[in-house]
Structures are given as structure tokens and as C-alpha cells.
């Protein structure tokens, strides 16, 4: 068990990346910090059936004080933060002329300002124990434009994510490697993981048409995600960092 008492924070909790990520962290052994603005109730129960101390403590990942106070509940709990996950997200559908501004507004706050504020909330803890692991949550849209191909079908637009989602995971993946560089001598590795599309409720309603095109034959699930987020967070993964790691069953070959 690579993570026997390891502390471990994780925001969007409550989803299927952030709950898959919990579990098998639970399964290792760590002791868990919770965070999402969605009640999960069973969460808690199921994840200390698998012997995981839990600490839930709902927060909005927009609001930097009730990270804040997260960070410390966590720190009174624990003693320490290992390892930061921060999995929470939303999506945003549509042709970029009708993305209304606070629509924009709501993706870039969740899924990069969230992003932000959820690794500065822990960066001092780490840097002081001179040991941390934060993995974020980038995507393969921040690489490729999108996966919908509006000129053959534009329904697509609709059903997969938009320029404000894509923009939002293109931050996340540059604020990763500013991080990375910023705690490398702290012994603090900064990485993402770039999933394609995964089978959770954030994507329930995808095409057809673009499930075919990758070549595992099917979409990720979250599970596999959380395997490569383990893999990131682990001790001896101390030599990785700034890297975006894709996990998308080829489809990035094109
Ligand atoms: N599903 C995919 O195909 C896919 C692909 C690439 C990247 N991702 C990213 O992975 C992450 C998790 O996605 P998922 O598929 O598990 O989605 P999900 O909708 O199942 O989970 C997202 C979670 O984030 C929480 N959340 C939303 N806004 C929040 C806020 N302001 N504060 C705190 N929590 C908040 C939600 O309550 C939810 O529990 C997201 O960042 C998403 O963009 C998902």
C-alpha cells in the first residue's frame, strides 16, 4: 500500500473522476478530505467501510477561504497534506458564438480559477513538509480543439464540450507546469492528467459517432483515470513533474 495514512484532499469528490479517486485511494489505505458543493450520501460510508478515515467538508472550489478552512480541518485531522486531487469540474456545450459571457465566466471560474485557488490553498503545507503530490484535471480538448466535427455533423457541438470548456483545460494544463516549477525544489510534483472523453454524467449524452472514432473502442472510465492519478501521486513518481499525461485509448493518434 503505497498510501497507508497518506492525507489526501479531494475536490469534486462527489463526481465520477473525484469519486473513483477517493475509492482507490481508500482502498490504499489514505485518509480522506472531501470536497464538493454536491451531497454524495453514501460516499462517506462506503469509503470507510473500506477502512478510509474521512473528512468531508463541502466547499465551492470558487471561494478561497472555505478552501482555506478545508486545508485547515485537514491539517487538525491529519496532521499533514499529501496529496492534492482537484476534480472538480463542469462542462459547457455549444458553438462558441453562443457561449453568453457568464456562462464563460462560470467554466474558466470552476475549472481554472477552482483549479488555482484549490493547489494555493495547500502549496504552503507542502512546501513546509517539503513533500506534497497535486495532480489536476486537464483534457485532451485543451490539445485537439474539441472532439466535435461540426462540418461533418453540428449536432455534435451540442453534445460534446465547447471553446470555454477547451480554453478553461488549456489554463489548467499551463498553470500545472507553472506550478511544477514553482515547488520543484520542495519536493513538491505538479502534474495533470489529460483524459479523453470518460463515461460519467458530465458526458452521458455523447455522440455515437464520436465514440467510434477511438481506437480502444470505447470511452475511458473513471476508474482507469483514477489509476493514472495514483500513479502521479505516488512517492516514487518524485521524478515526474510538469507533465500532462493523456489518457484517451489512442484517439489523440487521429
Ligand atoms: N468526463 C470526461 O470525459 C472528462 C474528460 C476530461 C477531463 N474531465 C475533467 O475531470 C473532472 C471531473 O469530471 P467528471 O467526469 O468526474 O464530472 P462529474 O460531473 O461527474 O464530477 C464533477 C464534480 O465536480 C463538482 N463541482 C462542480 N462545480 C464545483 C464547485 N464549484 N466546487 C466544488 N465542486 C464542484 C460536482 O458537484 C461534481 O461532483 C472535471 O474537471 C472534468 O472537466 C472529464
Redesign the pocket.
Known amino acids: 500500500m503505497s498510501f497507508k495514512s497518506s492525507a489526501v484532499m479531494i475536490?469534486?469528490?462527489?463526481?465520477?473522476?473525484?469519486?473513483?479517486v477517493a475509492e482507490a485511494f481508500a482502498r490504499e489505505g489514505a485518509r480522506l478530505a472531501l470536497?464538493?458543493?454536491?451531497a454524495?450520501a453514501e460516499q462517506a460510508t462506503r469509503l470507510q467501510a473500506l477502512g478510509a478515515e474521512v473528512l468531508e467538508h463541502?466547499?465551492?472550489?470558487?471561494?478561497a477561504r472555505a478552501l482555506s478552512a478545508a486545508v485547515e480541518a485537514m491539517l487538525a485531522a491529519y496532521g499533514r497534506i499529501d496529496v492534492l486531487v482537484?476534480?472538480?469540474?463542469?462542462?459547457s456545450s455549444g458553438p462558441a458564438e453562443a457561449i453568453a459571457e457568464d456562462e464563460w465566466q462560470r467554466v474558466i471560474?470552476?475549472?481554472l480559477t477552482?483549479?488555482f485557488l484549490s493547489c494555493q490553498a495547500v502549496m504552503p503545507a507542502m512546501r513546509r513538509q517539503r513533500y506534497g503530490r497535486i495532480v489536476?484535471?486537464?483534457?485532451?480538448?485543451a490539445r485537439n480543439g474539441g472532439n466535435a466535427r461540426p462540418w461533418i455533423d453540428r449536432a455534435e457541438i451540442t453534445r460534446a464540450?465547447n471553446a470555454a470548456?477547451g480554453a478553461?483545460?488549456g489554463g489548467?494544463h499551463a498553470l500545472t507546469m507553472f506550478l511544477a516549477k514553482d515547488l520543484a525544489a520542495d519536493g513538491v510534483t505538479v502534474n495533470a492528467?489529460?483524459?479523453?472523453?470518460?463515461?460519467?454524467?458530465?458526458?452521458a449524452d455523447?455522440p455515437q459517432a464520436l465514440k467510434q472514432l477511438i481506437p480502444i473502442g470505447r470511452?475511458?472510465n473513471?476508474a482507469e483515470?483514477a489509476a493514472a492519478i495514483l500513479f502521479l501521486a505516488r512517492p516514487d513518481s518524485a521524478a515526474i513533474t510538469g507533465e500532462i499525461l493523456d489518457?484517451n485509448g489512442g484517439v489523440a493518434m487521429g
Do not use: E, F, H
Open positions: 475536490t469534486g469528490s462527489a463526481g465520477g473522476i473525484g469519486g473513483a470536497i464538493d458543493t454536491r454524495n463541502p466547499a465551492d472550489v470558487r471561494d482537484t476534480a472538480a469540474g463542469v462542462i471560474g470552476i475549472n477552482g483549479t489536476t484535471l486537464g483534457s485532451l480538448v464540450s470548456y478553461s483545460k489548467v492528467v489529460a483524459p479523453g472523453p470518460v463515461a460519467t454524467s458530465m458526458l455523447y470511452m475511458m473513471a483515470v489518457i
